[in-house]
C-alpha cells in the first residue's frame, strides 16, 4: 500500500533533549496531519497543518508544512518520559478523506 | 464531548468465518474512515462514508465491505477470514467533508484470526 517516507524509524533519547522526525511525499498534499499512537490505542491528533509553509505549535510540539507540498516536520522540544510512543505523519489530497500514513517514528526517552 | 468508539476491542475468530466490527464517531460527525494497522503494512486505508454513502475506497479485496447508518454509526465486515487479516482495525470520524478535516481516531478492534 501507499505509504510516505518518515524518518528516523526510531529515537532513543536522554530527556530534556529536543526531537525532530519529518515526512516526505512524491505526491503533494492538501492536509498535513502529526498523530500520536501508544500501544494497543489508536492515533491520537496533535497537529494538523492545513497551508504550505504554515508553522504551528502544541505546547512543546512544532510541526511545519514544506513550501513544496511533500514534505513536514515535526520538532518535540525539551522531551519528558511521556513523550514515549510511535509518531505518524498523514498527508490528505484535495477534498479530504483518505490518509496516507508515514511508517512510524518510535521514540523512547530515558529519564 | 465523547470520543470515537469500537465495538469489540478484542476479537478471535476461525479462517472462513465473517466478522462485523462497530464504529460510534463523535457526536455531531458525519464522516467515518476505517483503516487497518498491521506490523508490515503499516496503517492503510479501507474506505470512507458520509451520509451512508461510501466515499472512498481503499486497495482491499471486495471481502472488505462496510456501511454508514443515518445516525453516522457505521459497521464494517470482512467475510471468508484469512490470516493476514489479522491487525488493528481503527476507525477515524471527522466533523465535515471539505478540502481538509482533521481525523479522531478510536482505540480500534484487534482482530486475530487462527
Known amino acids: 500500500g501507499q505509504q510516505l517516507n518518515q524518518s528516523p524509524q526510531s529515537m532513543f533519547i536522554q530527556e530534556g533533549e529536543d526531537v525532530s522526525m519529518n515526512c516526505t511525499s512524491s505526491?503533494?498534499?492538501?492536509?498535513w496531519l502529526w498523530y500520536k499512537q501508544d500501544p494497543g490505542e489508536g492515533p491520537v491528533l496533535l497537529i494538523a497543518?492545513?497551508?504550505a509553509g504554515e508553522l504551528t505549535s502544541n505546547g512543546r510540539l512544532t510541526a511545519q508544512f514544506g513550501i513544496t507540498r511533500k514534505d513536514s516536520f515535526l520538532n518535540i522540544s525539551a522531551s519528558i518520559p511521556s513523550d514515549v510512543g510511535i509518531y505518524f505523519c498523514?498527508?490528505?489530497?484535495w477534498g479530504g478523506g483518505k490518509l496516507i500514513f508515514g511508517q512510524g517514528t518510535e521514540l523512547s526517552v530515558k529519564p | 464531548k465523547a470520543g470515537v468508539t469500537q465495538t469489540p476491542r478484542y476479537l478471535i475468530k476461525t479462517r472462513g468465518q465473517q466478522v462485523t466490527l462497530s464504529c460510534s464517531p463523535i457526536?455531531?460527525?458525519?464522516?467515518v474512515s476505517w483503516y487497518q494497522q498491521t506490523p508490515g503494512q503499516g496503517l492503510q486505508f479501507l474506505f470512507e462514508y458520509f451520509s451512508e454513502t461510501q466515499r472512498n475506497k481503499g486497495n482491499f479485496p471486495g471481502r472488505f465491505s462496510g456501511r454508514q447508518f443515518s445516525n453516522s454509526r457505521s459497521e464494517m465486515n470482512v467475510s471468508t477470514l484469512e490470516l493476514g487479516d489479522s491487525a488493528l482495525y481503527l476507525c477515524?470520524?471527522?466533523?465535515?467533508?471539505?478540502?481538509?478535516?482533521?481525523?479522531?481516531f478510536g482505540p480500534g478492534t484487534r482482530l486475530t484470526v487462527t
Open positions: 498523514a498527508g490528505q489530497s
Open positions: 497543518l492545513y497551508k
Open positions: 477515524a470520524s471527522s466533523p465535515i467533508l471539505t478540502g481538509a478535516d482533521e481525523q479522531y
Open positions: 457526536s455531531g460527525h458525519r464522516s
Open positions: 505526491s503533494i498534499f492538501n492536509t
